[in-house]
């Protein structure tokens, strides 16, 4: 059953478009739609694979010119920000500018924070919202420079999530992940403000791994692993605000904690209390009372069984005495 | 004879294919477009159309209008003593269409394309199409509205066009697709929309606002009254919206217990109240846009489609967010109807559409439920798991496999939804069916969930249990009754056992319904004249002779017209 498409449409593999559409339309109009479903099906399952083979065979012998065309073409923001002359310019080229500018100055997180989410909103507000191209075309961009900006882009995330409604679309199945990823950055900051406004020993542990200065100190590793492995399996964006030598210094203290003896010492007794487990699993004595029990039943049964005979043979044998008393 | 019908929210229409055109069938007034309106007059008997709908502010409670927006729900409308259902109301407008392009034709109706908005459900499709057979029509295709606004504006020049865009904002829903043609096959990109967005949305908004406006002015009726009342202003709402297309100021006036009131309303009002709903209209048209991977500057045209799409309001809402204006080749009542009658001329291989094939697209995502154990060892219910993807091309058939998630689980339970959320809870529920499987190790049973979407978009599901051999088809079905072929003809009895008015007299009720409406939204002088004119009418009609009663009928129209403006459809 299993066509080539070419073959199923008729045609000589190509990559010309036109020619696959018009093979497609002379053979779908030799069929009836509605009586024989199940050859439109196989026909346009031929006709997508032909175009997506055309498709790729084409991009494969794409010169590099060509390429660097096409994404200019895909890319509208940057190559219209590139081709407007600089006096009369729209806001939100500037606000764009202005946007990169300070994601990657050296200013501080917090310092940007404001101004990062009022040029944000300011681009959510602009007139030329309006338009759908221009709308998209910025909704891609915003959440694309969230993405790679984490973390000095938290700015940006709360007026976009609204404005373009990113938390309905994170409901349905066909989401597309950059706004998952910025749907999960945007809980990972909930989750530390939540942490921050507890004031417990979560906060303390977050401090200290923020705090490039802070010396590692044994009594509070215990907290400070636990909340770092949380992090990393919840929240991994989080990682990202935290001060590597911070991290890189308590992970060494638990590195070296792990390696002294008394945490060996504890591993090799868990290690074989774990084996004594499972050989006493595997002797059953974890079912010792059950084990016993079946073998009293046997025991009971056996008994039973040589009772059972002995009563049977109790006449057999009253009579082979007698018979040996007559003929004596 | 196919016709093409297009069932909409406050307008239907029928039309045919005829010598290498689609042509709309006039109804007994001459009119193109019926009312969608189900009203029983004082007699008992049945009226369908522009009678039922001018007793709509005169007679609301036995009058029944935009019951479409009901349809595959359990609603009833009393209308009366007896209950109606949408699809049995629907089948009550079917009838009177098919009665006036049998009339017109002089050859029998046997069967039809009725036009639903694309993002109708299936629970929805399933009840047009009921209603369909109610009416004794067997319905040979449902055709989504966009599609076939798109096959009536594609076979104008036959040419291939690059992707143009339907926006299709009717009565009660809307509706954005995109098309394409090429090589004389018109192919629906994508298709997106809100069926609960429509003029009718628009009446109430202004209805609202002029309530506000007017505050303590306005008259409060008794608790007993308030449909009625709401009646009157939504007739009013109607009316001043209309005017607000042409002029930028109107007046909202209405009578009440003889007492006329009015509240001015200007366009630019009416817009800034309204930017909560034109907003709403930006949604689609983004979800179509990003299935389709077209941007808006690669689109060729915008084409305009339904009635409420003549609002100014809309218009520049549509050119915002186009940046260029909509194109204005196609009429918005008329072509969802023509589109329908190609449809209909191509399932009867008319000639002339020998090189025209359609496809569409399936505008939601179908698939079914399941459960999914996290790393913890719970169960997570109640995952949406897609079987065919939005956007689709239909006729289409997708198989899925599924495995069981407990130890010796006997049966496996799936549920069908239609929707996009992740969490079936937000989707629309389409039925539920049970098998039982093999006993087994959590995994180890495999089921094959195959799902046939048709080309009227109705969906078929059959489960295949390949360790036991086990098949079973979907027998489910939604909305009243149990679908049997028996209870249909049951029901289509109940339905033919009442009195339709006569056809010949739908003109004299019609305006003589209207009189009666003017009559009670008059006072004073203008009322009296109303009343005048009720008298010279029943006076002719009681002379029985055709000619002078169709004379004496013109002239009370032309002396309506003058007291209230001209007649809308």
Known sequence: MTLEPWDRLGIAATTDETAIRRAYSRALKAIDVDADPASF?????????????????????????????????????????????PRDRPQWQ?????????????????????????????????????????????????????????????????????????????????????????????????????VLDARGAEQR??????????????????????FLRRLRDYHPTIEAELSEEAVTAWEALAWQRYRAWPARTARRLRAFRASMISWYRILYLDRIWAVLWMLLLILFCLGAVVATYGVALLPIIGALTQSRDRRS | MIVGIDLGTTNSAVACFRDGAPVLIPNNLGDLLTPSAVSIATDGTILVGMAARERQSTHPEVTATAFKRFMGTARKHKLGRRAFSPEELSALVLAALKADAEAWAGEPVTGAVITVPAYFNDLQRKATRRAGELAGLKVERLINEPTAAALGYGILDRGDREPFLVFDLGGGTFDVSIVEMFEGVIEVRASAGDNRLGGEDFNQILVEHVRAQMGAALPVPAKARTGHFDEVLRAAAERTRRRLSDVDQASFEFVWDGASHTAPVDAEA??????????????????????????????????????ATRMPIVRRAVTRMFGRFPGTHVHPDHAVALGAAVQAGLKQRDSALDEIRLTDVCPFSLGVDTARRGPDGSLELGIFSPIIERSTVIPASRVHSFHTVSNNQ?????????????????????????????????????????????????????IEVPLSGLKQQWLISNGDGDGSPED??????????????????????????????????????????????????????????????????????????????????
């Open chain 1, 41 to 85: 099906i196989a026909l346009r399952e031929a006709f997508d694979a032909a175009r997506w083979l055309a498709a790729n065979a084409a991009q494969n012998t794409i010169d590099v010119e060509a390429e660097s065309e096409t994404m200019m073409r895909e890319r509208p923001l940057e190559a219209s920000v590139a081709k407007a002359p």
């Open chain 1, 94 to 194: 500037h606000d764009i500018e202005a946007l990169q500018a300070l994601i990657w100055s050296e200013a501080s997180r917090e310092a940007i924070f404001e101004e990062v989410g009022m040029r944000t909103r300011r681009l959510i507000d602009g007139p030329e919202m309006a338009e759908i191209d221009h709308a998209t075309a910025i909704e891609q961009w915003i959440a694309e420079t969230i993405v790679i900006g984490i973390p000095r882009t938290n700015g940006m995330i709360a007026p976009a999530i609204e404005a373009f409604g990113w938390a309905d679309r994170a409901q349905r199945w066909d989401c597309p992940p950059i706004l998952d990823a910025v749907m999960r950055r945007h809980r990972d900051n909930q989750f530390i403000a939540a």
């Open chain 1, 205 to 226: 542990a977050f401090d200290l791994l923020r705090d490039p200065g802070a010396r590692p100190d044994r009594r509070q590793l215990t907290s400070v692993e636990a």
């Open chain 2, 270 to 307: 009416f817009e800034t109240a309204a930017a909560p709903l034109l907003e709403q209209l930006r949604e689609p048209v983004l979800r179509s846009m990003r299935d389709s991977g077209i941007r808006v500057d690669s689109l060729s045209e915008i084409v305009l489609v339904g009635g």
């Open chain 2, 410 to 462: 006997k049966r496996i339970e799936l549920n069908v939804y239609q929707g996009e959320s992740r969490d079936v809870a937000d989707n629309v529920h389409l039925g539920l069916i049970e098998v039982a499987v093999p006993s087994r190790p959590a995994g180890q049973v495999q089921v094959d969930v195959r799902f046939s979407y048709d080309t009227s978009g109705l969906l078929e599901v059959e």
């Open chain 2, 488 to 569: 249909l003809e049951r029901r289509r009895a109940a339905l033919a056992a009442l009195k339709i008015h006569p056809r010949d007299d739908a003109a004299n009720a019609a305006t003589l319904a209207r009189a009666a409406r003017c009559y009670e939204g008059f006072i004073g002088e203008r009322r009296a004249l109303v009343e005048e004119l009720i008298a010279t009418l029943h006076q002719a009609i009681a002379g029985q002779d055709p000619r002078r009663i169709e004379m004496v009928r013109s002239e009370v129209e032309v002396a309506l017209d003058q007291l209230e403006g001209e007649r809308f459809l």
